[in-house]
Nanobody, 123 residues
Framework: QVQLVESGGGLVQAGDSLRLSCAAS????????MGWFRQAPGKVREFVSA????????YYADSVKGRFTISKDNAKNTLYLQMNSLKPEDTAIYYC????????????????WGQGTQVTVSS
């Protein structure tokens, strides 16, 4: 069983930056693909970014490519999402998730989820 706890969300202005963190505990010896998803009010949960267990492969949604960077520190069991040049349309609850396998951009591939952290970007 893996527990995931996100932090780092907040209220910022368009153009600002935020760094989200996701601390993992329990079952961290397993090799999970880690991902970030987000969900805005009235919208479906959407893929943002994912990273392989080794950190050697990273994937991004087209909407965040070039602005967001995913990274992880296996020694600290922590996943990060650096978000630059934030836009109002990035406003959502951001969730981190762990997957034992499957399609990285499909939310049903993920087995464990955090509780989410709110990111609000004002114009």
């Amino acid at each position: 069983q893996v527990q995931l706890v996100e932090s780092g969300g907040g209220l910022v202005q368009a153009g600002d930056s935020l760094r989200l963190s996701c601390a993992a505990s329990g079952g961290t010896r397993s090799r999970y693909t880690m991902g970030w998803f987000r969900q805005a009010p009235g919208k479906v949960r959407e893929f943002v970014s994912a990273i392989s267990w080794s950190g050697g492969r990273a994937y991004y949604a087209d909407s965040v490519k070039g602005r967001f960077t995913i990274s992880k520190d296996n020694a600290k069991n922590t996943l990060y999402l650096q978000m630059n040049s934030l836009k109002p349309e990035d406003t959502a609850i951001y969730y981190c998730a762990a997957s034992q396998g499957g399609t990285y951009h499909y939310y049903k591939s993920y087995d464990y989820w955090g509780q989410g952290t709110q990111v609000t970007v004002s114009s």
